[in-house]
Structures are given as C-alpha cells and as structure tokens.
C-alpha cells in the first residue's frame, strides 16, 4: 500500500516534500510609527533678552528712554558714574546710545544677565576705578579720556563748559584734589566756554602732580595757559 501511494506522489513533492499552505491574508492594516519626541525647547540668552526689553522700538539699539528704563531697573540715577562706566565697557561710540553688538558683547564680558548683576558689577568696577589712589592707574586714565571723548556732540572736538563742569563731578571721586577749586574757578571765569581734549587731559595729571597749596606749581611748566589762570584765581581767593 506505502508502495502504490508513493507512486501515485507526483514525483517532485516525493524529493522536496509538499508546499505548505500560505496563511490567508486578513488585510490588516501596518502598525503605526512610533511617535517622534518633541525638541527641547531653546531658552534665550538672558543678555540678548535685557536687550530686547530696553531696545527702541523701531530700531535695533537702545536709546535714551531704554537707559532710563535700565537706570529704573538698576536703582540708580541716570547722572550715576555706572552708567558712563557701563559705555566705556561697552566701548559705546554714540552718546545716549547702545547698538546690539556693543550690549551683547560688553554686557558678556561683564558676566552680567539680570539689572541687577550688572549694576553689581558696575559697582565693583567704580570701587576699582575710583577708591584710593586708584586714579592713578593706566585704566582710569582711560575710563577718563574716554568719558570727555564718550560726552562730545558728534562733529566737535571740545565739550562745553557746562558739560566739562558736570563730567567732572560725575566722574573725578569726591574729594579728588583740586576739583573743588577749578569748578569755583569755571563758575567765575565766563570767558571760558569750553575745554578741548589736551585741557582736560592735562587736568589729571595737575591733580596729580601739583599740591593743593599750589607751592610745586612752575609757571614756565608745559601746562595748557588755562592752569596758569587757576592758580592766578586760586591765589586771589
């Protein structure tokens, strides 16, 4: 019987066995993907956002009202030596005025991202710049020449008189020799009208260099004619 039923096999499936039944197809429908992670979110530089709350609206830098809304937020006056001390570390060229690549890059360096670390650095910065004999130093010199430079009308090379008289006790530290006296001297002397860079510049090394009795004082010295009429005023008065 085995022998007959094999003969009956076709002779392919008797080598290679019978095809195994497809499974019938259901029509299922594939599975879906699995669900993409949503991106973290990217949170903002804090400076760039100090920036963009302070900045004019219709233009891409921070004007005067921005300051005043920065000096508010600081706690501080907008006649505050920060603020002038804030545009030299910014490296600021127009008064009144912070372009965005002087903010971010400025306010970076000081390590600032909130009103009031910057108004902490700035003050840290003052008490390095002003305390003691600190004006002596190369970085006074130049927060000072920047300060005349900084408060010039644009297209002029002198400050005015009015102008040289409030620097000066904005910048120059309370009791700083000699500041007193040239600001008396500036009040009852009308025909001056202003001070040019040299002038100005000249007035440290003064405060520096010569007594306030004025004993070490050499009129044939190289100072600018203006210093030669304060100690003619000082010693009338």
């Given at each position: 019987v085995l022998l007959s039923t094999v003969e009956q096999m076709?002779?392919?499936?008797?080598?290679?066995?019978?095809?195994?039944d497809k499974p019938a197809t259901t029509g299922s429908v594939p599975a879906a993907p699995p669900p993409v992670p949503p991106k973290p979110a990217v949170s903002k530089d804090p400076v760039v956002i100090m920036f963009e709350r302070y900045k004019e609206s219709?233009?891409?830098?921070?004007?005067?009202?921005?300051?005043?809304?920065?000096?508010?937020?600081?706690?501080?006056?907008?006649?505050?030596?920060?603020?002038?001390?804030?545009?030299?570390?910014?490296?600021?060229?127009?008064?009144?005025?912070?372009?965005r690549g002087e903010w971010t890059t400025g306010v970076s360096a000081l390590r600032a991202d909130s009103p009031s670390s910057l108004v902490s650095r700035l003050a840290s910065l003052d008490s390095q710049l002003r305390s003691g004999g600190a004006t002596r130093s190369p970085a006074f010199k130049e927060f000072y020449r920047f300060a005349f430079r900084f408060s010039r009308t644009m297209g002029q090379k002198g400050l005015e008189i009015d102008s040289v008289k409030a620097l000066l006790m904005i910048v120059m530290?309370?009791?700083?020799?000699?500041?007193?006296?040239?600001?008396?001297?500036?009040?009852?002397?009308?025909t001056i009208r202003g001070f040019n860079e040299d002038q100005w510049t000249s007035f440290l090394l003064f405060?520096?260099?010569?007594?306030?009795?004025?004993?070490?004082?050499?009129?044939?010295?190289?100072?600018?004619?203006i210093y030669d009429d304060y100690v003619t005023f000082c010693t009338k008065h």
């Open positions: 076709p002779l392919k499936d008797l080598f290679y066995g019978r095809k195994k219709d233009e891409d830098r921070i004007g005067p009202e921005g300051i005043l809304l920065l000096c508010q937020d600081m706690q501080i006056e907008p006649t505050d030596v920060k603020i002038l001390i804030l545009a030299w570390r910014l490296n600021a060229e127009t008064q009144g005025y912070f372009t530290p309370p009791g700083h020799p000699h500041v007193h006296k040239l600001l008396e001297f500036l009040e009852s002397t009308p405060s520096h260099e010569i007594k306030e009795d004025l004993s070490n004082f050499d009129p044939d010295g190289a100072w600018p004619s």
